[in-house]
């Protein structure tokens, strides 16, 4: 099984940039399809961006496209979401998740596809 730890969150201003990473460790990296996914007070948890086993194509949300890029270096188990432009309503609580896959090329939306979660890592943009 795989174990998932976010860090590089924080107080940013509006227009400001963060990257999250995403340590995997416990399991092989390159089996896992790879999702983050955010939850902001008082809502429900929201998709941001998701990439394939392969780490070949990406998809995001569509309140993220064009400010937001994911990557994964699979030789350093890690993942990666450069977040640029934030705006006040990026403020949340960031997810990252990964997905057991048999295909690498498949890439999973939905949150009820990932079997594993970390902790989160809080991100807050000020206007």
């Known amino acids: 099984q795989v174990q998932l730890v976010e860090s590089g969150g924080g107080l940013v201003q509006a227009g400001g940039s963060l990257r999250l990473s995403c340590a995997a460790s416990?399991?092989?990296?390159?089996?896992?399809?790879m999702g983050w996914f955010r939850q902001a007070p008082g809502k429900e948890r929201e998709f941001v961006a998701a990439?394939?086993?392969?780490?070949?194509?990406?998809m995001y949300g569509d309140s993220v496209k064009g400010r937001f890029t994911m990557s994964r270096d699979i030789t350093k188990n890690m993942g990666y979401l450069q977040m640029d432009s934030l705006k006040p309503e990026d403020t949340a609580v960031y997810y990252c998740?990964?997905?057991?896959?048999?295909?690498?090329?498949?890439?999973?939306?939905?949150?009820?596809?990932?079997?594993?979660w970390g902790q989160g890592t809080q991100v807050t943009v000020s206007s």
């Open positions: 998740a990964a997905a057991a896959s048999l295909w690498g090329s498949t890439i999973y939306r939905k949150e009820d596809a990932y079997g594993y």
């Open positions: 416990g399991g092989t990296f390159r089996s896992y399809a």
């Open positions: 990439c394939n086993r392969n780490a070949d194509s990406e």
